[in-house]
Structure formats: structure tokens, C-alpha cells
């Protein structure tokens, strides 16, 4: 058993911060004990770490990033989705074929997550099998947890990143084989890129992988118009784009996200809450290729999951907690528009980025009893001018802090550190 004796805060619920002043809080084998505004006696004789007056929070959550996207990340923002795929992104992707370059590209990649203070992450990676499992190994050596995707796709993309059922099949079966025991902390998830991307026989091999492996599935939806008119030619049997997906068994049958859903129609709501499928909320990639403001009120208001997610490189930021910021900016502007919508608050975003998102993985994102124990350290003596409240202190590290003032981090219960680049 370990104690850890700080300022701690965390959300049991959306509305709320629960805030323990110099409280401390237990540890044992990687989950949280318990909480305790006051040592309690039947743990007087375990160890104590004193961080003084730092805070103590739960660890980030990155519920929709592209890893190969990374040297992209703050180029060609003045494009909308398709012209930015086509003229940036695709290249890009193409370059890890070359494992020697993957590497280099994916260990800056990885260690830009941990600076950031996020432990877990869902990542696409591309087609290729190799630099996916490098990505992968490297998330595992670094003792960070998550799902990586190796993408599948075999239309409307240059030919060097297209792949045949059969390759998709082999390689899903290679990397359940390697990451697939219930001892890996970073395991694969069945991506097939967007309908666009996927001809109905890939679709099908893609929920035949869930069903035989019983995989998570991680995809796009709804998040631009072009793309909303494309999947109409493309799947004219189905209602709506989530239905799409439905059809092919990659809607929920499994644990589901889904990144952007800005266009949402009210079916699509529907179908988003009866399968429990959850909302990868990426609002600075939505402004950026200029896709749209997401409802977020509205999905929270039906009871659907959100998490956020950076969307590098449509999004520029790999910080989570800039991603909170720019969620209640966005929430503000569709409550300019309809004021019956009210805007997000500090507490329900920050629950958004940890206990929401975390539940993807299982208990994850709190600091409640048997929850594993991703946590960050954060030392904000210098954005501490005159003594504020600790939601204070917390609010003004979201949005002006960086990373300067994380000072540690954990993921199941084990120190990070810096896995170097």
C-alpha cells in the first residue's frame, strides 16, 4: 500500500468537483484504496509521499488521435476535410512504410503524450502492420495503456496505402496474437478509416474481426458535409451514416467511439444512445478543417458518452486540457445561438476528459475505490499569485498552464517517466 498526501481533486459527477484539501489517498496494486480528508488508523503504518501543496488529479484521456499525423500537426489549417486528406495527410501516411522513419516520428509522438499529461490514448496508426505494432511496443515500453488501430482502407486513397481484405484479416490476427492477453496494457482496436475509405467487402471483414476477436471499434462519423453527400452515394441502402457502420456490426456491438459527430441528425442521436456508443469530441479540429461546432450539451442532454480527443493533425494541440477549454469556447457559441442550450462548465468538461473518456477503458478516470490509479502531479506555485480556492488554482492551470507544471505522472499506479524522444 501506498499513501500519497496532497490537494486532491477529481468527478464522481458531471456537475461537481470533489476536493480534498491536504486529503490523502491509498493505493494498492496499481487501484485507488480509497480517499481520506484525514490518515486513517488502519493505515498508519503505510508508507507516505507528502506533495505538499500540489494538486493531485486524475490522468488525461485521448479518445481520438492520428499517431502518423504527428509531423503534420500546425500545417495546412486553411483547408477543409477531403483537399486536407488528400493534399497532406495521405503523403505523410505513405512515409511509414519506412519502420526506420515510424520510429522516429512515433517516439516523439509518444513522448508529446506523456509530456501532456495524457496516459491513455485510442490512435489510429496507418495500413502498415510493422510501424503500427513499433507504435504500439513503444506505448507499452514507455508504461502508458491504450488502443491503437491499425487503419484499414482499400479506396479513395493512393494506392500505396490501400490493402487487400486478406492482408487486413492477417494483419488484425498478428497483432491480437501479440497485444491480445489480458497482461497487455496497449491492445488493438478494429479501425476501418471512415466508409469513405472502405468498400463493403473491407467493411464486412471489419465486423467479422470484431465479432471473432470481439475488438473495440474506433472510426470517424458525421463530421463534415462533403464527407455526410459521399457516404449517401456510397451506402444508399442505409438511413443515416451511424446506420452505415450498424449494418456491418462496427456500431456498438463492441465498445464503440466515434470522433466528431457534428452533424448528428436526431436518428443518429437514437441509434449513438441505444448501442452506447461514445462521442470523440475534437473541437479544435472541427474549427480547423471546417467541419463545424459540435452539440455537446445536446449528446450529454440524451444521456451519450463523450469523451475529447486532440485529433492531431486536424488539431493542432496535443494537451487535453486545452481541449477542455476549447470545449466550453464552442459550447458557448451554439448558447449564443440558442440560449435554452446552456453552455459547458469547468467541472462537466474536466469529468468529460477523465471519468467519461476513462470509462472506454473500464474504471478508469476517478479517484473512487477500485479505480485504477492514472494520475497527474501538478505544481502551480507560479500561476499561484494570491492564495486562490483550489477550483481556482485548477481552472488556472487548465487554461494557462502547460506542461511545465505536471512535475509527475502515473498510469495504473506506476511513476512514468520521461520515455525521451
Known sequence: MKIYRANIIYTQQSDRF????????????????????????HLQQCEVEDLGDRLLIPAMN?????APQYRNQGIAMDLELMPWLEKYTFPEEQKYADTAYAERMYRRFVRDLWRYGTMRVVAFATVHLDSTRLLMRLLEKAGMAGLVGKVNMNRNCPETLTETVEDANKACEALVDEFGGCDSHVRPIVTPRFI??????????????VRKYNLP???????????????????????????????????????????????TGEE???????????????????????????????????????????????????????????AIQVSKMHYCNDKSCAFLTL???????????????????????????????????????????????LERFIYIGDDRQIVARYCQGRLISDPGA
Open 347 to 393: 467541472p462537466e468538461v474536466f469529468w468529460i476528459a477523465t471519468k467519461s473518456a476513462g470509462s472506454f477503458f473500464g474504471k478508469v478516470g476517478s479517484f473512487e475505490p477500485g479505480y485504477d490509479f492514472d494520475a497527474l502531479v501538478i505544481d502551480d506555485t507560479e500561476l499561484n499569485f494570491d492564495n486562490y480556492t483550489l477550483p481556482q488554482r
Open 217 to 263: 471499434v474506433q472510426s470517424h462519423l458525421s463530421e463534415n458535409h462533403d464527407e455526410i453527400e459521399f457516404v449517401k452515394q456510397l451506402e444508399p441502402e442505409s438511413r443515416f451514416y451511424g446506420d452505415a457502420y450498424d449494418r456491418y456490426g462496427l456500431f456498438g456491438k463492441t465498445p464503440t467511439v466515434m470522433a466528431h459527430c457534428v452533424w
Open 18 to 41: 470533489e476536493i480534498i484539501p491536504h486529503g490523502y489517498i491509498a493505493v494498492e496494486k496499481g487501484k485507488v484504496e480509497g480517499v481520506y480528508p484525514e490518515m486513517p488508523g
Open 62 to 66: 485521448d479518445m481520438h488521435v492520428h
Open 268 to 326: 443518429e442521436l437514437q441509434l449513438i444512445k441505444e448501442r452506447r456508443v461514445m462521442v470523440a469530441h475534437c473541437p479544435t479540429s472541427n474549427l480547423n478543417v471546417s467541419s463545424g461546432m459540435a452539440p455537446i450539451r445536446r449528446f450529454l442532454n440524451a444521456d451519450v458518452s463523450v469523451g475529447l480527443g486532440s485529433d492531431v493533425s486536424g488539431g493542432h494541440d496535443f494537451s487535453i486540457f486545452r481541449m477542455m477549454v476549447y
Open 196 to 209: 469513405p475509405s472502405c468498400t463493403q467487402e473491407l467493411m464486412t471483414a471489419c465486423g467479422e474481426m
